[in-house]
């Protein structure tokens, strides 16, 4: 048995190794020679002194040699897919557009007496919305240059990565083929009872307390904001996705925001807005609010827009949560993929902290669910009721863990309360009393004051600060194997779809 475990740990340190030296070549850092030096020193100072505050955006990730971009999984792995130059060139006008958002959100992030350092160096710019136009010149003044370098795009390409969330040394140290075993049995047993509700009819669910009800402020638009609507109307760019401005991204939002069932029996229990509290970030259950943003995957080889919806709890509490989970701060995210037509074809649902991610496609659009080889995924509850969307997708929630038991439609109360619907880029320059911003979540993307004592516990699994909540784009969801919330393979590799239709590349939605 000893020997047995020896071999296993070697075997599982040498891969590690061999994948640390395998990454160290596609993200090459050189730059392009002759760029502009003063455009070039701006942002290096800049992202020095981001760096220092610590107040670096984790929404999107850097592109090593290239200031001016920043990437997510999604182009990342779009770059060994890109058909023709007008493909190519978006490519690159979405990473640059990613750079300018996160850097208009480090420098409203950044604490004054940090911008005034920067400003005896570089000067020229009497508050941030002044260094905010100087360096977007800077940036347009390179991106210029680059483009039109014969070498720019493969020198791109090779540079263009982002790091996973596991750690393969933490696996290889906490000896995770052997930890895997109970994780394993732990996670199939929470499965199942996860499969028991919502295979359960909703009046055998328990409630601990009572069910309140909340809808969107201005949910059920007018036909002119349905999705049908808009995806029919909108302008498609090169990857074929529809163009939507922010207002058309709010009526999508409005359209397909779901109606939250939750089992109130403490405070705890009310989802509501993100604020600061004496420098602590904190919920104000008085104004129920929901998050969303919108991201892109595949589905069928076919690029899908989707709406996400994320609420935030004060804290995970009460007698169903597990101890080990209890903490500050808690919260969920439904995530919607649409079709061409703008009509649901997946919902997903998990934590904020990544864990207990589950699938809820309709059941006409999936010909096959690939199973995993230890059975545990994808785990897929429920089916998307067939009801849905032309009535409201409704989440019933349990109190103090805040798990969804049954996924519904149902059409709202007239005693329902209401919650609202902000942009979820505004937790990322959170406004305090004094006028300052901070975001909620650190340079590595987690969310401040959201302690759990799971690292200490699931320090094998090789996930940094496993149980936190998590910022979008840094969201872990298997404790076996590797996989992100944001992986564009994350449908396709454990889905085979119908088609249903054909779009205009000949391909199958």
């Keep these: 048995m000893r020997r047995h475990l020896f071999i296993v740990t070697v075997t599982v340190l040498v891969i590690g190794l061999l994948q640390g030296c395998a990454g160290l070549t596609p993200r090459q850092k050189a730059a392009l020679p002759g760029r502009p030096p003063q455009a070039e020193q701006l942002l290096t100072e800049l992202d020095a002194v981001v760096a220092q505050a610590g107040v670096q955006d984790a929404s999107s990730f850097k592109v090593p040699g290239f200031p001016y971009l920043r990437t997510n999984r999604f182009l990342a792995a779009m770059k060994e897919r890109l058909v023709g130059d007008e493909q190519k060139t978006l490519w690159v006008e979405e990473m640059y557009r990613l750079d300018f958002e996160s850097r208009k959100k480090e420098i409203q992030n950044l604490p004054n007496e940090t911008l005034t350092v920067l400003n005896s160096k570089l000067g020229g710019f009497p508050d941030r919305e002044a260094l905010l136009v100087r360096t977007s010149a800077a940036a347009t003044q390179l991106f210029e240059y680059d483009r039109i370098q014969p070498v720019f795009f493969e020198t791109l390409k090779g540079a263009v990565a982002v790091a996973d969330e596991y750690s393969t040394s933490m696996r290889v140290f906490g000896l995770y083929p052997i930890a895997a075993v109970p994780i394993t049995i732990g996670t199939q047993v929470a499965y199942n009872k996860f499969r028991k509700w919502h295979q359960s009819p ?18 059920g638009n007018s036909e002119a904001g349905t999705p049908t609507h808009l995806f029919a109307t909108a302008r498609r760019n090169a990857f074929g996705l529809p163009d939507l401005s922010d207002a058309d991204i709010m009526a999508l939002a409005r359209s397909y925001a779901p109606i939250i069932t939750q089992d109130v029996v403490a405070s705890y229990d009310r989802f509501g807005e993100v604020v600061w509290n004496d420098g602590i970030v904190a919920i104000d259950q008085r104004r129920p609010t929901i998050y969303y943003y919108i991201t892109t995957s595949f589905i069928s080889r076919i690029p899908v ?19 080990y989970e209890k903490g500050p701060l808690d919260g969920l995210t439904l995530r919607i993929s649409l079709d061409r037509n703008g009509q649901p074809v997946m919902a997903d649902i998990m934590n904020n902290c990544g864990c207990y991610h589950f699938y809820a496609p309709p059941k006409e659009r999936v010909d096959k669910i690939v199973s995993s080889s230890n059975g545990l995924y994808p785990f897929v509850p429920v089916w998307l009721p067939p009801e849905y969307p032309d009535k409201p997708l409704t989440l019933r929630m349990n109190s103090g863990w805040h798990q969804v038991e049954h996924l519904f439609t149902s059409e709202a109360p007239a005693d329902a309360a209401i919650y609202r619907l902000i942009p979820y880029d505004r937790l990322e320059a959170l406004p305090r009393a004094d006028g300052s911003y901070e975001s909620v979540f ?20 090789g996930i940094h600060d496993i149980g936190y909540m998590r910022q979008r784009s840094h969201h872990a969801v298997k404790m076996i194997g590797r996989a992100h919330f944001t992986d564009l393979d994350i449908f396709d590799g454990n889905f085979v779809f119908n088609p249903v239709e054909q779009n205009r590349s000949g391909m199958a939605w």
């Design 305 to 323: 827009l989707q709406i996400n919806y994320t609420l935030w709890y004060s804290e995970r509490s009460g007698e169903k949560t597990p101890s």
């Design 202 to 219: 909703l009046s055998d669910l328990t409630v601990e307390g009572r069910l309140m009800v909340f809808v969107a402020e201005g949910g």
């Design 442 to 461: 650190t340079a590595a993307g987690i969310m401040k004051n959201s302690t759990r004592i799971e690292p200490y516990i699931f320090f094998s699994v």
